[in-house]
């Protein structure tokens, strides 16, 4: 049974912060733990598992903000087509519909493109080179595991493990890049004392590019 929220105690709703930390810890517990037995395959299920649960957080993460600022009105609602609509689901917190699902990969291509114009940004996600390439077949690999046929759909053989490692860090990444964007764009509105302000509060992880 999922947890819920301590309002009394000034616990948020969503947390995401705290949903994508949580998540971060269990794939470097998962990762230590195969360390010490490498060809567990029970262990190896388990980096899987976790480095695709924090996939998942991660697009829905940028959801969550996307419907922020569409609720909040810094962006019409009358501006999004149908299409964007179906990526976006249902601006409510509370007894919102899961809405259409849709494939992981067109998931992330659909949310990343939208939060670029939602929030003008000067971003392109970046699907033309290896490591999404081994997203992809990590996702396959994923979903054989999820929805097994047979025993070797839940084996994770090396190569999986490599495109697995290779997926998280790619989907990280393009995360760290797609909120970097967002930051020097709000930067651009802002006046000298409140940028330094909002630098300050995101130090932790901001990095300007080279």
Not at 83 to 97: D, F, H, M, N, Q
Not at 101 to 108: A, E, H, R, V, W
Request: proline fraction near 4%.
């Amino acid at each position: 049974m999922p947890g819920y929220p301590r309002i009394d105690k000034g616990e948020g709703l969503i947390r995401t912060h705290d949903l994508l930390e949580v998540l971060r810890a269990d794939i470097d517990a998962a990762y230590q733990a195969l360390e010490a037995d490498k060809e567990s395959q029970y262990l190896r299920r388990c980096v899987v598992r976790g480095i695709f649960s924090f996939i998942e957080a991660v697009v829905e993460c940028v959801k969550v903000e996307l419907r922020s600022t569409v609720r909040l009105g810094y962006y019409p609602e009358n501006a999004l087509t149908p299409r964007e609509w179906e990526t976006l689901g249902p601006l409510v917190v509370i007894g919102a519909s899961l809405g259409k699902f849709l494939p992981l990969d067109q998931n992330i291509k659909r949310t990343f493109k939208l939060a670029t114009k939602v929030w003008v940004l000067d971003f392109s996600l970046a699907t033309s080179g290896e490591d999404f390439q081994d997203f992809l077949l990590a996702k396959a690999a994923r979903n054989r595991l999820t929805h097994p046929r047979t025993f070797y759909d839940v084996e994770v053989t090396d190569h999986d493990l490599h495109c697995h490692t290779v997926a998280g860090m790619w989907v990280q990444n393009e995360f760290q890049r797609l909120f970097n964007a967002r930051i020097e764009s709000l930067l651009q509105g802002l006046s000298d004392p409140d940028r330094k302000r909002l630098l300050l509060g995101t130090a932790f992880i901001h990095k300007p590019d080279a």
